[in-house]
């Protein structure tokens, strides 16, 4: 880190907050402690005997029962343990019923028993009565497949939620794997109508709001008390993130603390953008990823060496954020492709499927947030791009100690992004979305999405007046100066917003660039070339026969201008892009636009460029003598396009 930025004061709470949070988590374990109570199953239970609930064996299920049927799919009867954990059964025998009932299993025979037969004490001839001794199994299993059977279908992903952020109505839900926790507005200032104190609910894993949150080992619980903005952690989280030497010092800083922020939201976010940390050797990725890591401890699953089916298997239901470290582009390798997927789908919740060794195909829903670091990255789609921010790490010029994080901050910080969830959704969001959308940054909806979550949860976590304090320029009320802010956004983005091009234009782009085989003057030509040469009125050299016969070489067409080419939909000259072609398809390789696919990509282009609604003679291109039907791109428009 760099030695010449003096180190805030560390926040730490002490005196009596300290005492007060130590004492109201003590409180909270305490009523935790379930009755474990369980009476012999011979006792009858609030006056009912064994066996003689109403609906037994099988009409209802008994009362007070621990567990929770939920219901079935296919083969396979999902149910919530006594210990409250989801269970998928499919094969019922007595120790899988044992593991649903556990530790009330003397409850599971007083349900459903089983009676030794009645006999005579040889001593005193008095007969002793039939006793539980064991459960009927078959009785039990067709309880439990019959209320399923009334529940009805029950599709794990979408109704189980598992640990991390989630939104239930206009709620923030935080599920630790024990409990649930959410925020109750407890005073509003008359004056603006903003909350400004809240209460710390806490409630049992289970059905919620049309969703189950099944129960898990504990994570992270949020702090006690409310956490006022001068007092959060996230300004010194900021200030520390700033001594790492980041391409961007005024902006990237300020992003990966809002992707922190958005990490903790998890579920509740409608796109969870990506952050992908890039630097050479010796710049502290890794350093920054075990910085981040300690910021949410258990909730995060973190890695340097892993595969998808690693990933969703661990994850499973839960909306915990991914860090991947040394995730470095490799020769001929699948892996890391396939991570990237996941993570694409991840960013609006998309579901993934995969098909298991038995022919049967799994569904899982990612809900995190990713983080990624390498020296070099592996190949990224254009879809890739636009849903993360590419943040360099440059070599450090001093090297100073590793900033350290207490233990106490990842709980805080948990605790201000659910007292300003509401906040955060009706006036944040939104405020950032209105500013991306300026016509300046040229950005397209996603970039908006994935750059307006980052920059809205850093506001959350800091305020505007943290963002200025971090490099961002203030106006002469000390708010966010707005017109600077674009401009600096603007010269920012600029290189990764060259890097978006539309698919449509990316197949242009590609067949320009061909090269054909045909040379002049000793060069190979490019389509390109052809076509400049073609359009420059100084030149002799290259008629529209010219162009034709060298185009045709890669299978392309051309018609002449409108003049002189009455079917010539376009305002100069056209490009003819056969629909099949052996030679477009050797050029776009193993590209997504093989096989016909470029076709399907320049019907994605504008209609000033890519020509709609032709006449059968209009698309009908003669080349290489054969009749091809085509998709006419009109060059002069896509030169205005480009120009502009």
Known sequence: MRADMAPRKTNKPGGSTAIRAVVLDSLEEVEERRDLTDPDANNARNGIKAGQWPGFPHDAMPPDCPITVLGLKGETVYVISATGFLYEVSRWDHPTLVKLFSPYVNYLKWAWPAFTKAK??????????????????????????????????????????????????????????KNLYTVEVTKVDRETGKATDWRLLRMKTGEND???????????????????GYDSPAHQILQDFQTWNWERPYLDPILKLGWVGAAYLGGALSHRPITFVTGGPGTGKSALQRYVRALFGSVMFATSNTTAAGIYQ?????????????FERKANSTKETAIIEIARQAYSGDKGYRGGSDGSASEFQLNSAFFFSAILPPRLEQQDKTRMAILQLNPFTDHGQTPVVQDFWGRQLLRQVMDGFQDFEN??????????????LKFDSRAIDTYGTLLACAELLVGEAGMIDAGMHADINGRLDRAMLIESLQAATAAERADQVPKWQDVIERIMGAKLEAYRSGERLTVGGVIEALENKDRTDMLVEDARARLALLGLGIRDLPANDTSNPCTGYALAVPHNDDSLNRLFGDSEFAHGGWTQALRLGPDTIVRRNLTKTQKTVKINRTAKTVTLVDLAGYDKWVGE
Not at 427 to 439: A, F, G, Q, T, Y
Request: net charge neutral; glycine share 10%.
């Open 120 to 177: 005579e004490d040889k001593e005193t001839g008095t007969v002793i009565p039939p006793k539980v001794d064991r459960v009927a199994r078959d009785k039990a299993v067709e309880a439990i497949i019959a209320e399923a059977g009334r529940r009805g279908t029950f599709d794990p992903s979408e109704n189980v939620r598992g640990r991390g952020g989630w939104k239930a109505g206009d709620q923030f839900v935080w599920h630790s794997g």
């Open 210 to 228: 049309g969703y189950f949150y099944a129960q898990d080992n504990d994570t992270l619980r949020p702090w006690q008390k409310p956490i006022g």
């Open 314 to 326: 661990t994850i499973g239901h839960d909306s915990r954020p991914i860090a991947v470290d040394e």
């Open 427 to 440: 006036v944040i969001l939104p405020k950032w979305r209105e500013i991306l959308s300026d016509k300046a």
